[in-house]
C-alpha cells in the first residue's frame, strides 16, 4: 500500500468516526449537545482536524443523515423481500418505516426534522436518499392506479411521518400503533387487515 492509499484510508477512518461520534452524541444527548468541540474532544482530534472534513455542525448532520437513508433503503428493502404478496409488502414497509424511527430518534431527525443541505427530489439527490424513496415508492406504485406513482408515495410517506411525528411528541396514544398501520394498509389496499 502506498503513502497516498494510506493517508486515503486513514482520512475515510477519521471521516467515518466523526460520523458515528457524533450520530451516538445525538442519540445519547441530542443533538444540541453535538458540538465540533465536543466531537474534537471524544475522537481526540483537533477542531481543525474536523473542519477538514467538514464545513461545520451541518456538514456532519447531514453526512449523518445520508447514512441514516441508506441504513433505512435496507431496512425497507429487507422488509420488501421477506413479504410474500404486496398487501404483505406495504405492512412491512410500514412496520419497518415506523420501527426505524422509533428506534433512532436523533437519526431520523438528521433524516426529516433539522434542516440539512440536501437536494431532496432532484437530479443532484445522493444515492441512499433516491434508494430510500425507491424502495417506499417501489412499494407503494402498484396501488398508485391511474395517479402519479411519485405524488402517490409522497402522500403515504407524508402519513407515516406524521405518524413518527405526532407519536414522538405525545399528541397520539402510543398503544394504537397497530390499529393505525391497519388502517393505512386498508386505505391503500382497499382489503381490510
Known sequence: MSIQQRRERERAQRHELIVRTARELAESEGWEAVTTRRLSERIDYSQPVLYSHFTGKDAIIGAVAVQGFAELADALAAARA???????????VIRTYLA???????????????????????????APLQAAFGQLHDVLAPLAGDR??????????????????????????????????????????????
Open 82 to 92: 421477506g413479504a410474500g404478496t404486496t398487501n404483505e409488502a406495504v405492512v412491512a
Open 148 to 193: 402519479d406513482s411519485g405524488v402517490f408515495a409522497e402522500v403515504w410517506w407524508s402519513t407515516m411521518h406524521g405518524l413518527v411525528t405526532l407519536a414522538r411528541g405525545g399528541r397520539i396514544p402510543a398503544g394504537a400503533q397497530e390499529q393505525r398501520v391497519a388502517i393505512l394498509v386498508d386505505q391503500l389496499t382497499g382489503a381490510p387487515q
Open 100 to 126: 426505524f424511527a422509533d428506534a433512532n430518534p436523533a437519526l431520523y431527525d438528521a433524516m426529516f426534522v433539522l434542516a440539512i443541505d440536501l437536494p431532496f427530489a432532484q437530479a443532484a439527490t445522493p
